[in-house]
């Protein structure tokens, strides 16, 4: 799954609650969707975004049920399910919201507080997000950087290979070159030599004709 998409629809979920005047952070967002997402065969699709905005819609609006246990007077109440750790995330900021105004004397509504919080929380989301796909895509680019020095190298080494094989071949064949002419000026000297004795011999052979043997 790319994830560029799924922080994208991550996002846009987290932005749909939002308007409906559901804060959650962004972190939850995306382990409710990568859940949903298991469930449903890893394809990101309007209807598993919907399940996911559901999922937190029904958390903030579900309401307390009493019930009376039959054969006597006692009321039980079913408590709402334990905060989320993004909704404890939420309330702790709001506590840290409050209780800076308080400091300035300032007096802020439960939805003011829940506002500021939220656009705190969010924000830093956002950034933390925002520095992953910076780092996912600096990744990218040092694995491109590897590829194309590999590449690159590759070729060095292919060209130096045939620089020594071109080298080679010139003095071998410099060397045969070399061989040839010696054995070509041998030959010439033994030949030189031959014609200069056969010379010898006619001479004195000539001289040698009036004497008796």
Do not use: C
Not at 133 to 155: F, P, Y
Not at 160 to 180: P, Q, Y
Request: proline share 3%; hydrophobic share 40%.
């Amino acid at each position: 799954m790319d994830r560029i998409d799924f922080n994208k629809s991550a996002k846009k979920i987290q932005s749909r609650l939002s308007r409906q005047g559901v804060s959650v952070v962004l972190d939850q967002v995306r382990i409710e969707l990568g859940n949903q997402l298991d469930y449903h065969g890893g394809e990101i699709s309007e209807s598993v975004e919907q399940l996911v905005e559901d999922y937190f819609l029904d958390a903030a609006t579900k309401p307390v049920t009493t019930q009376q246990q039959p054969g006597s007077n006692l009321v039980l109440e079913t408590p709402k399910p334990a905060p989320s750790s993004s909704l404890a995330i939420k309330e702790q900021s709001q506590e840290l919201v409050a209780a800076a105004a308080k400091k300035l004397d300032i007096s802020l509504s439960k939805q003011q507080l829940s506002d500021i919080a939220a656009d705190f929380t969010n924000g830093y989301q956002i950034q933390l997000s925002d520095v992953e796909l910076v780092l996912g895509m600096l990744k990218r680019w040092v694995n491109h950087q590897e590829l194309t020095a590999a590449a690159t190298l590759e070729r060095l080494e292919t060209e130096l290979t045939d620089a020594i094989n071109g080298s080679h071949s010139r003095t071998a064949n410099r060397v045969k070159g070399l061989l040839a002419t010696t054995r070509k000026n041998q030959a010439d000297f033994l030949a030189d030599h031959q014609r200069s004795m056969a010379e010898i011999n006619d001479f004195f052979a000539t001289l040698m004709r009036d004497v008796p043997a």
